[in-house]
C-alpha cells in the first residue's frame, strides 16, 4: 500500500536569534512509502549546505526514521535571509519533522497543475553589455516599477570597470542608453496536492523558479516569499505547504529594493495562481512511486585546487579583459569561502567533486532534483529531452557546488562565473549524467 505523509517545524531554536524572525523559517517533510519504496523529501528555509551539514541533517533523519542514507534527501529553498543555524539543533529538529511525516503518512491521492504568471514576476539577470563583450549580473533592483528595464544598471555597471573599481551586481546610473528590458525566465509555476482517500488535507507543494532574496536584510531572519506563498496555500488546502525552487542560477524575482515588500507580494501571487489551476485538475489514487539518488563526480575547477586563479599583476586598459581581470580578482578574494564548499569534511583534495541527483515519481509525475545553483538552461534540455513525459524540475539537492554555467555561460563572464567550486567541463558532465539518469528512471530501470 502506497502512503503520502507531510509535516513542518519551526526552526527559531536552531537560530537562536539575537534578531526577530519577520516570516517563520521552516523545515518541511514529505515523506512516501510503497512495498518497496521508502524515502523522504526534506526542503528547509536555508541558503546552502556544505557537505557536513548535509551528511548530518541525513544521518538524524536515518536514526530517527530508519531509513538508508539514500532515501534520505536534503533540500533548501536557497533563502539568503534564515540566518546560520546551530547545526546539532537543527538535525533534531529535522529529524522530528521527517518522523512526523512518516508517523502520519497515508494511503492517498493527488492532483497537479502548471499554470504560469499573468505578468512578469522574474527575469534571466544576465545581460548582455557591448562594451564587455560578455554579461554582467543583476542581483536585485528592477521589475513591475521600471519595466524591468536593464540601461541604467548597465551603465552603472561599465561606469564601474572604466574606474577599476570592481564589479558590481547593483547599482544604476543616469543614462542616454536605449531601455532594454531584461527578458523573462522561466515561467512554469507547478502544483501538486495531496488528500487522504477520504479527503482529508495532507499538504501540497508548489515549484517557481527564482532566487529567494527579496527579504534578506541585516537586523532580522526571514524565510522570505515562500512562507507567504505556503501561508496562503495552507489557509485554502489546509495540510502542509511545501516550497521547492526551480533551476535559478541565472533567475531573480522583479523587485525594486529590499525593504519594498516584494516578499508578501510575489508569495500569496504565486499561491493564487497555483490554487487557480489545481481548481481544474482532478484527484487521482497515487497508484505508483519510485525515489532515486545518484552520485555524480564533477570536475573543479584549476583555480580552487590550486587556490589562485594566476591573474596578471596589471589591470588591462581595454574594457572586455579589464571586466575579466577584475572578475577574476573577485574569484581570488572568495577563494576561502569556495574551498571551504569544496573540501568540507574531505580529508585530502582532490580534482572531482561528487553532488547527487534526486528522481521522485507519483504515478505519472516525474520531479528531478538538481544540486547547488543549476541554471535553467540545463534543466530545460533535461526536459526538452522527454516531451510527453511530465518533469518538473527543482534545485539545491543536497550539496552544494555553487554555480553550474554551461560552457558559453563560462566564456562570457558574470557573478555566476567567479562563484563556482567546478570547471568549465562540469555542466556538460551534469546534464549527460541527468540524462540518463531520467531516462533509466523514465522506463523503471
Known sequence: MIKIGMAKVDLEEALRPANPIRERVEAIALYAQSEAVHTVWVVLDFMDFNLNVVNTLKAAVCKETGLAMDDV????????????????????????????????AAPAKMRSAHTVPDRQVNFLRRMEVPEFDGVTTLFWGTGRHDGYNSAPFVESAVQ???????????????????????????????ALEFRTLDDAPIGNIVRFAS????????????????????????EHLGGTPMFMTGPCADICPGMESKTSGEEAVLGPYLAERALAALESAEFTPVEQIDARMQAVSLPVHQAVLDEDVGISP???????????????????????FLREKYTYGEKELKNTVDIHLGMLRFNDLV?????????????????????????????????????????????????????????????????DAAMKLTDSFIKGE
Request: net charge negative; proline share 9%.
Open 160 to 190: 564601474r570597470i572604466i574606474a577599476g573599481q570592481g564589479p558590481s551586481y547593483t547599482g544604476f546610473a543616469p543614462t542616454t542608453r536605449p531601455e532594454k528590458p531584461f527578458p523573462p525566465a522561466d515561467p512554469d509555476i507547478f
Open 367 to 431: 520531479i528531478a532534483a538538481f544540486p547547488g545553483e543549476t541554471f535553467s538552461e540545463t534543466a530545460k534540455a533535461v526536459c526538452d529531452s522527454f516531451l510527453g513525459t511530465d518533469i518538473v524540475t527543482v534545485t539545491e539537492h543536497e550539496r552544494t557546488v555553487m554555480y553550474l554555467p554551461p560552457l558559453a555561460d563560462c566564456a562570457r563572464g558574470g557573478y555566476e562565473t567567479t562563484c563556482r567550486v567546478t570547471s568549465d567541463a562540469a555542466e556538460a558532465v551534469l546534464r
Open 211 to 234: 532566487h529567494v532574496n527579496t527579504a534578506n536584510r541585516a537586523g532580522s531572519f526571514s524565510s522570505d516569499f515562500p512562507f507567504h506563498l505556503r501561508r496562503v496555500m495552507q
Open 314 to 336: 596589471e589591470m588591462p586598459e581595454e574594457l572586455p579583459a579589464r571586466m575579466r581581470w577584475l572578475e577574476a580578482q573577485r574569484m581570488q578574494n572568495s577563494m576561502p
Open 73 to 104: 534527501h536534503i533540500m533548501t529553498t536557497h533563502n539568503h535571509g534564515a540566518g546560520t543555524p546551530d547545526l546539532e539543533t537543527l538535525a533534531r529538529l529535522t529529524a522530528q519533522c521527517a518522523a512526523q511525516a512518516k508517523k502520519t
